[in-house]
């Protein structure tokens, strides 16, 4: 899925330069990029957990402007994910 993923910052760079990415609960089927719950459910989030199909769940996925993708971690069970985007310092 080259053509339907970026990495790091906006621009997909990372911001030392380094491509990388970090997407969480992929549910993106590698053949045609589309979503899949199969796909989905083999996918693991940042605390190793199997992510959660929630399409089907009226009251947690209504669109995909709204609730993101339908592939998402377990946040209840995982917590939600931080990345230090930058450090300087004693600054981050």
């Known amino acids: ?3 339907c993923m970026c990495y790091g910052d906006p621009d997909c760079v990372a911001f ?3 491509r990388d990415e970090w997407i ?3 549910g993106r089927r590698l053949d ?4 899949s719950e199969h796909r989905c ?3 693991t ?4 957990n199997r992510c959660k199909w ?3 769940d ?9 609730s993101g993708s339908p592939c998402q971690p377990d946040f209840e069970q995982s917590g939600y994910a931080a990345m230090n985007m930058y450090t300087t310092g004693d600054f981050s």
Do not use: A, R
């Open 32 to 35: 045609t990029c589309q979503q």
């Open 45 to 48: 989030d940042h605390q190793n």
């Open 24 to 26: 969480l609960c992929d």
């Open 41 to 43: 459910k083999l996918t």
């Open 1 to 3: 899925c080259s053509t």
């Open 16 to 18: 030392n330069g380094k």
């Open 58 to 66: 009226p009251l947690k996925w209504t669109s995909w402007e709204e």
């Open 54 to 56: 929630i399409k089907d």
